[in-house]
């Protein structure tokens, strides 16, 4: 109880700066933590930085998302501006980030595993700044807004931690490995896992849409890894023109086919699974792109 009452007044206190410019100031921030603007971002990241990159930056997020929600439904907590409706106020359109349960805060998990993972990747100064300054920012949102608890935005943040301390000390191991293994066993695995956490996760919230794109992702990567030859690094303008058709592909059909479709978790799911194989077929498009502008001969390759 006495713990309950000092993260009200920590609420409170932060809601004591209300007013029309904070609550769209910090309701743009939170949307930082959102999976759709990860979505566009880890696209932009794939096609721009490095497939190999931007395959593990998405496959760290949608895992680390998923068992966010795993742990929510194991956890069970109220959101604050439920269950103190007259201490506790939800910023207006805040709402709509706030489904399910509290601990531990999504929007801290994801960001701390995306932004943590592009530092121990790219090892930029820079990076590590901007990381631990977005993920600040995203979690005092989620604290002002009324969404979450302090404890939820700290327990997500060091889930975070601990989800990329674990899976990085195994990720070169397992990548040594993984040309060994037949294209096979390795489609099927891509296949099997996503549908996997589909039927067990049933009912969970967003778990259809994650498993989707976790599955039409994978799987286009997987293909598009053993089968094409890279054509070569694309130029800044085919990468521009790339991003922009690629993106409104994307959105066409999350906002196209989502609009029409009726809300089945299986069409959900198959609607995301389109949308996440997108991103490694769009990348090889561009590749071909390079391929015709050199004119070169059907498989021959070029240095980046």
């Excluded at 979690?139 to 989800?163: K, M, N, Q, T």
């Excluded at 899976?167 to 096979?184: A, C, K, N, S, Y």
């Excluded at 490694?280 to 980046?304: D, E, H, I, K, Q």
């Amino acid at each position: 109880m006495v713990f309950t009452d000092l993260q009200l007044h920590v609420l409170q206190w932060l809601q004591h700066f209300a007013c029309p410019f904070l609550d769209h100031l910090l309701l743009g921030i939170t949307y930082l933590g959102d999976e759709k603007f990860y979505l566009v971002l880890l696209s932009l990241l794939y096609w721009n930085v490095s497939p190999k990159c931007g395959y593990r930056v998405v496959l760290l997020f949608l895992v680390s998302v998923l068992l966010n929600g795993g742990l929510k439904e194991l956890a069970h907590t109220t959101r604050p501006f439920l269950a103190y409706p007259d201490l506790i106020r939800i910023a207006p359109g805040a709402e709509v980030t706030a489904g399910g349960c509290a601990f531990p805060s999504g929007h801290a998990q994801g960001t701390t595993t995306v932004w943590g993972a592009l530092w121990v990747m790219l090892r930029k100064p820079w990076l590590l700044v901007a990381a631990v300054a977005i993920i600040a920012c995203v979690s005092l949102s989620r604290l002002y807004l009324g969404c979450h608890w302090p404890e939820d935005v700290i327990g997500g943040a060091l889930i975070g931690v601990c989800f990329l301390f674990v899976t990085f000390r195994f990720w070169d191991r397992w990548e040594g490995i993984l040309p060994h293994v037949p294209l096979g066993v390795r489609l099927g695995a891509a296949a099997v896992i996503p549908v996997g956490l589909f039927v067990v996760g049933e009912g969970i919230d967003d778990t259809p849409k994650l498993a989707g794109v976790l599955f039409g992702f994978s799987l286009a990567h997987v293909w598009s890894s053993h089968h094409v030859v890279d054509g070569g690094a694309p130029s800044a303008g085919i990468r521009v023109v790339g991003s922009l058709v690629g993106l409104a592909v994307q959105g066409g059909l999350y906002v196209g086919l989502g609009r029409y479709l009726p809300p089945s978790a299986c069409l959900q799911f198959l609607l995301f699974a389109a949308i996440g194989a997108w991103v490694p077929f769009a990348a090889v498009l561009m590749r071909r792109c390079v391929r015709r502008t050199l004119s070169l001969p059907n498989g021959a390759a070029v240095a980046p």
